[in-house]
């Protein structure tokens, strides 16, 4: 049994989808895109912290904090909050990559999954029509001897008489 042209074309896509999310999933590496991905995050951000660290010591400055351990602690506090997110942001980059590698291996599973879905049609399609067939041979085969029923009666009937008859003699 073979497969309709149209499913088999159908079939063969979702074949080289599956074979394209797999190849790509071995090709990728998490950590190197998370690292990728922070390295980038880091990019956009440090101006924006650069700035914050200027304005911070020039108020400092401007307070006559600047070098005292006042001003240092809020320095401290500022770069641990720096870190903080710093830390918060490699997380969230690894977090993706991994659900990156995960969306590529369900694809690729759902993909092999609907082609091999495709691909049992035919036997499907033949199992069903075996068990109509089945089905209509039985109700056939009822309907015979539902029908032939009295026949059979009556031939018993005669059997009876006819060996009761033999027995006499």
């Not at 074949?15 to 990728?28: N, R, V």
């Not at 998490?30 to 912290?49: K, T, V």
């Not at 499907?124 to 309907?143: C, P, T, V």
């Amino acid at each position: 049994i073979s497969l309709d042209p149209r499913y088999a074309a159908q079939r063969d896509s979702l074949l080289a989808q599956a074979g394209g999310a797999f190849g790509a999933m071995g090709s990728y590496d998490p950590d190197q895109a998370a690292a990728e991905q922070f390295a980038r995050m880091e990019e956009i951000l440090a101006p924006g912290r650069e700035e914050q660290r200027q304005a911070e010591e020039s108020r400092l400055l401007a307070q006559g904090r600047l070098g005292s351990t006042g001003g240092a602690l809020e320095q401290q506090a500022t770069q641990e909050a720096v870190e903080q997110q710093r830390k918060a942001n490699l997380l969230q980059a690894y977090q993706e990559s991994m659900q990156r590698q995960q969306q590529m291996q369900q694809l690729g599973m759902g993909a092999l999954g609907a082609a091999g879905q495709l691909e049992q049609l035919p036997m499907q399609a033949y199992q069903a029509a075996m068990g109509l067939g089945q089905q209509r041979a039985e109700a056939g085969a009822r309907r015979g001897a539902f029908l032939l029923q009295p026949a059979l009666s009556k031939a018993q009937a005669g059997m009876s008489g006819a060996f009761g008859l033999t027995q006499d003699f």
